[in-house]
């Protein structure tokens, strides 16, 4: 693991969060975007995050992503956002959440599972054009 700035990356991150703002603000009201996409899209962007700063092992990345999630899952079981005094809707309210669902677990891993497909397609394909 090595700092490297990645405008790429940058770019995506901000792309993926406009959409996950978009997501929270907008679209709140149909279901399926809201309670299910937002998670599975929510690892890509920790994921584009970490790479517009460091470069490091995309399989360890992503399983570190997902552990990640699942302990930021289990506070929210705990309601670490009121035992932290976070106000219901401020900002950090919202980023760590108040309700564990398996299901938000679920969406995690499927959205890591795509991202793990995404980076190995787009490794091979690097691999072929290098060759």
Known sequence: MKFKFSVKYLFITILIFL???LIATKLEHI???????????????LYTFVKTFITINNQKL???????????E??????IADKLGFQPGSLMYIV????????????????????????????SKEEISVN
Do not use: H, P, T
């Open 74 to 79: 289990c506070a929210q079981y705990f309601k």
């Open 96 to 123: 760590i959440g108040n309700s564990f669902s398996w299901i938000d677990i679920l969406c995690y891993a499927v959205g890591c599972l795509l991202l793990y497909i995404f980076v190995k397609f787009n490794n």
């Open 31 to 45: 279901f399926f975007i809201r309670a299910y996409l937002g998670d599975v899209i929510v690892v890509m962007l």
């Open 62 to 72: 992503i399983a570190g992503i997902f552990v990640f999630s699942c302990l930021i």
């Open 19 to 21: 959409i996950e703002v």
